[in-house]
């Protein structure tokens, strides 16, 4: 989709919805605009960063672009919660800064309540999550607290898994226990970089 389009949604220029996206640390006035112009983007499963370009122009070598998935387990997509939109924001930033693409974000709020998920068979809802469509991805980062049994499943199709949350996952996976954003920030980039190898 095109930044016009983004910027028809929102009632904004195309200038302004060019430079939300591409910089990270653009302010806006008001505040409440940033977070519009994203929300329309994610609508439009809108990529703004070049290694995005790259993968979707055949340009560049594409085999070293690294994708990721955002598992939100807390919250669904409809909902506000200031601490898990914090925490996607913190990722979508950071996944900006490495030249990294979003293959896909999946709002699973049932992946963390036990009585949800009695009558769930764990590793179709899975697989139909994440291998149909022909979505790649490179790792997954979990959002929020996730069931044992989520986790297991989501194992057998990658290793390389992270959990971001206030709580540990009894270290199941990979895990950065939010302390603050600078923190977060700094164990991310860590994390990410042992993933791919950079």
């Known amino acids: 989709m095109s930044i016009k389009k983004i910027a028809e949604m929102t009632g904004v220029s195309v200038s302004t919805v060019s430079r939300v996206l591409s910089n990270p640390n653009y302010k806006c006035r008001p505040e409440t605009l940033r977070g519009e112009i994203i ?8 990529i703004p960063n070049e290694a995005a370009r790259r993968l979707k122009s055949g340009s560049g070598d594409n085999k070293n672009i690294s994708k990721i998935v955002i598992l939100i387990t807390r919250t669904d997509a409809d909902e506000t919660a200031p601490f898990f939109r914090e925490l996607l924001r913190i990722c979508e930033v950071e996944v900006h800064n490495h030249s990294f693409i979003i293959s ?8 963390s309540d036990d009585e949800m998920m009695t009558n769930v068979n764990v590793n179709k809802v899975i697989d139909d999550m994440l291998l149909k469509d022909g979505l790649t991805f490179n790792g997954i980062v979990i959002i929020g607290k996730c069931l044992p049994a989520v986790i297991n499943s ?5 290793k390389n898994i992270v959990s971001i949350n ?6 199941a ?18 994390w990410w970089g042992w993933v791919t190898g950079r």
């Open 104 to 111: 896909g974000i999946f709002y699973r709020p049932f992946f």
């Open 154 to 158: 989501l194992k057998r199709i990658t």
């Open 166 to 171: 206030r709580n540990s996952t009894n270290y």
């Open 173 to 190: 996976v990979d895990e950065l226990i939010c302390d603050g954003e600078k923190r977060l920030q700094r164990l991310w980039s860590t």
């Open 39 to 46: 929300d329309a983007a994610r609508k439009l499963d809108y």
